[in-house]
């Protein structure tokens, strides 16, 4: 995995569990509210796991927010970068 797409996985794991700590769930409550495995959750917000579009739109209601309310603070890494790899 090339340094960049390793930045933004990582990125976007620590905003995801950071919303996800924010809202006082647990990795668990998440998934089911979101529909997806705790251990894919997991693996997103440790960046070893990459994601779709639909996986961030799932995550994203499953919090209560728009896809660009949790994509806010990845603007520093290009918004362009991070669709590119979720394609």
Same mark, same amino acid.
């Given at each position: 995995m090339d340094k960049s797409k390793s930045q933004i996985l990582t990125t976007l794991g620590r905003l995801i569990k950071q919303r996800r700590m924010? @809202?006082?769930?647990?990795?668990?409550?998440?998934g089911f509210r979101s529909n997806l495995d705790r251990t894919y959750i997991s693996g997103?917000?440790?960046? /070893?796991?990459?994601?779709? #579009?639909?996986?961030? /739109? +799932?995550?994203?209601d499953g919090m209560g927010i728009s896809v660009s309310e949790l994509l806010?603070? @990845?603007?520093? /890494?290009? /918004?362009?970068?991070? @669709? +590119?790899? #979720?394609?």
């Open positions: 924010k @809202l006082g769930i647990s990795q668990e409550e998440l997103l917000e440790r960046g /070893v796991r990459n994601s779709s #579009l639909t996986v961030l /739109v +799932s995550l994203a806010d603070n @990845l603007e520093y /890494v290009g /918004v362009n970068s991070i @669709l +590119s790899h #979720l394609i």
